[in-house]
């Protein structure tokens, strides 16, 4: 199966070098199996806190949120908060690209089925995480 990555709410935040994060989505999803469809919605704080609350019970933004579907028609959808990301990469310093193409790589390991709930698991995806945002950042 082809796997595609749709971007909304891009031109809206005005999200820098898609087809780099396009390639790193597809890197990840095919590299750990994932294949199909995916959406990558960039959105405001106020609508991520809101999904937030309602799917994880924390009233509070996040920077990425992961929804795994398996569908056919949609393996699965990321929504980032881009004003979080923006300053995400100010504070670990890197820019703002580095910092979407890190979350990015994130969302689309939930994606694949990767957590970080305990301390093995968060060790097992931080290590897969710095590979493909490496393997991203060398070309």
Excluded at 105 to 124: A, K, N, S, Y
């Amino acid at each position: 199966m082809k796997t595609t990555i749709v971007f909304h709410g891009a031109k809206t935040f005005r999200i820098p070098d898609l087809p780099d994060l396009r390639q790193v989505a597809r890197n990840v999803l095919v590299g750990e199996g994932g294949s199909g469809t995916v959406d990558i919605v960039f959105q405001d704080p106020s609508a991520q806190r809101a999904l937030n609350l309602t799917w994880r019970g924390l009233d509070r933004t996040t920077d990425v949120l992961s929804f795994h579907y398996g569908e056919p028609d949609l393996f699965g959808e990321l929504y980032i908060d881009p004003l979080l990301a923006q300053s995400q990469a100010v504070r670990y310093k890197h820019s703002f690209s580095a910092e979407l193409r890190r979350l990015v790589v994130h969302g689309c390991l939930h994606l694949c089925g990767f957590d970080h709930g305990t301390t093995p698991e968060r060790i097992r995806m931080r290590a897969l995480e710095l590979q493909y945002v490496s393997v991203a950042s060398k070309r």
